[in-house]
């Protein structure tokens, strides 16, 4: 076949980004795709304060332009295309694959997924209606606008109370909002939230309506034990309670798993050969920019040592 890639790279956050490096080490002919900017949802927050070789942290957009510069050192572009569908194409060892893009169509002998996810909607009554008006999805970006505002906290998980952490650093006062009567957060982190006298927790409770005129001004919240409905005051409503794997375009190409999750085999191979996934697309017990990255490396390997026999 004539004008194919040896592989193409979907998505370029810290999981994509490190593929990249490591397919431009391997000297592979090589594009990486992304349909927005690098950085996946890392971006959302304004530092990392875990990722090793940083003591006291480093902001998030430094970081990716670190990578991208890594990327761009060992000659591997990054094209700014969404990936709409891909089709097998040839038999056998010759199989690859037809990437079809918002702006015409490119084939490869093989693929790394790296698509990652977006935070999940909460589903109630205003959501939508309210987004960039006091409905938010990350604390670190929109937190200092609600400085000595009353907002409320919907999530149960670590990252709902990282950011309710965060967030009282501005706030007045947070109801956090949650469905159970028990938090999937680290002990520790419900310890300092507990401690934090900003903050109120409303258990066993979830979100019916978020309303307000042209931003927010109140939240009806339902107990889902009695079934009572009270009225909650708040200019602002933060909602952290998981994510949607960016997936939908690849239903009919290889099996993903009830909730969205590519499913991934030995050396993270998916259904498809040739085909390897990685990072927040794919389901693990830890999303982080320091496993992601580790997911790249390895699914290049995989890629690498695959094309050398097929």
Do not use: W
Not at 85 to 106: M, Q
């Amino acid at each position: 076949m004539s004008n194919i890639y040896d592989l193409v790279i979907i998505g370029a956050g810290p999981a994509g980004l490190t593929a990249a490096l490591y397919a431009g080490r391997f000297r592979l002919n090589t594009v990486v795709l992304e349909k927005i900017t690098p950085g996946g949802q890392i971006v959302l927050s304004e530092t990392i304060e875990n990722y090793p070789g940083f003591p006291g942290g480093i902001g998030t957009f430094e970081l990716i332009e670190k990578f991208k510069k890594q990327v761009e050192e060992v000659g591997i572009n990054i094209e700014n295309k969404e990936v709409l569908e891909i089709k097998p194409i040839g038999e056998d060892k010759r199989i690859a694959y037809e990437v079809i893009t918002s702006e015409g169509s490119l084939k490869t002998r093989s693929i790394i997924l790296a698509v990652g996810a977006s935070p999940k909607k909460l589903g109630a009554g205003g959501e939508d209606k309210f987004i960039a008006r006091g409905v938010s999805y990350c604390g670190t970006c929109d937190g200092p606008l609600f400085k000595n505002k009353d907002i409320v906290v919907v999530g149960g998980g670590d990252r709902a109370m990282e950011e309710v952490i965060y967030l009282s650093n501005y706030a007045s006062k947070i109801f956090m909002v949650h469905r159970r009567d028990a938090f999937r957060a680290s002990k520790i982190l419900e310890d300092k939230a507990r401690s934090n006298p900003k903050i109120i927790f409303v258990l066993n409770s979830v979100i019916e309506e978020i309303s307000g005129d042209n931003k927010v001004s109140h939240v009806v919240v339902k107990d889902v034990k009695t079934g009572q409905l009270k009225k909650i005051s708040a200019q602002g409503v933060f909602i952290f309670v998981g994510i949607q794997p960016n997936t939908g375009f690849l239903k009919n190409f290889l099996e993903i798993n009830e909730k969205g999750f590519i499913i991934t085999r030995v050396n993270i191979l998916t259904s498809q050969p040739g085909v390897f996934a990685c990072g927040d697309c794919c389901e693990k017990n830890l999303y982080q920019v320091v496993t992601a990255c580790g997911e790249g490396a390895a699914a290049c390997d995989a890629a690498h040592k695959y094309l050398l026999n097929s």
